[in-house]
């Protein structure tokens, strides 16, 4: 995710295309792998935690696969919606994965260390080589700058972000109204120590939150 995050950021178009190609491929293979071999098993491995049953984990995997569908129609339009599309997406995957990892990996893996997950094993190994390497990158190519005037407060500093204008965005950042929550002092200042100091991706995973606690009814 983050290399297709700074190709974008990069203007690297071919390049993002390429990386986002392979990674929603390997992504909707482990999915796949999932649903078909290993959610069955974990069908009968209950009683489940209530934030980890097996609803729970085929609604998540729909709901990334939705953003999937979602990603693939934005390449080709207007930037900040792609970027705040992919840092949707990695937040789902966040919290998919921290779920898996509390309960459905500890629980398939034990159970089928009888052998009985080679089926998967085998399976996923056969989809990856068939998906083959990731893409090398390409060289950078500039995203013409300008700029949206109906875009507004964090949106807008994404924007110019996206167009790989990082003072831009750090001038924009300083001038921005925060509003109430006591949490967005904060994030602009780690977002700010982000972009001087480079971060990209770390730049943009602050101004994800900050959106979030600068949106009505932010809570997090
Ligand atoms: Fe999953």
């Known amino acids: 995710m983050t290399a297709i995050r700074n190709a974008v950021f990069e203007g690297r178009d071919d390049d993002a295309v390429a990386r986002w190609t392979w990674f929603s491929a390997r992504l909707l293979a482990h999915i796949d792998v999932e649903e078909t071999h290993l959610l069955p098993i974990y069908d009968n491995l209950g009683p489940f935690p209530p934030n980890a049953t097996p609803a729970i984990f085929r609604r998540e995997h729909a709901r990334i696969i939705e953003t999937l569908a979602l990603i693939e129609t934005l390449f080709a339009g207007e930037r900040v919606a792609l970027c705040t599309a992919l840092c949707s997406l990695e937040g789902q995957l966040e ?27 085998a399976a996923h190994e056969a989809l990856v080589k068939a998906i083959g390497p990731a893409p090398s990158s390409t060289q ?17 500093v994404r924007w110019t972000l996206a167009h790989g204008d990082a003072q831009g965005a750090l001038t924009l950042l300083s001038e921005l109204p925060l509003g109430e929550h006591p949490k967005a002092p904060r994030l602009r200042e780690k977002t700010r120590v982000a972009l001087r100091s480079g971060d990209l991706p770390t730049a943009w995973d602050r101004l994800r939150l900050l959106h979030i606690v600068m949106s009505p009814g932010g809570q997090n």
């Open 95 to 121: 919290h998919h994965d921290l779920r898996e990892a509390d309960s459905f990996k500890p629980r398939v893996d034990a159970a089928t260390a009888d052998g009985r997950a080679a089926e998967a094993l």
């Open 140 to 156: 950078p190519k500039p995203y013409p700058r300008g700029g949206s005037t109906r875009l507004t407060g964090v949106d807008k």
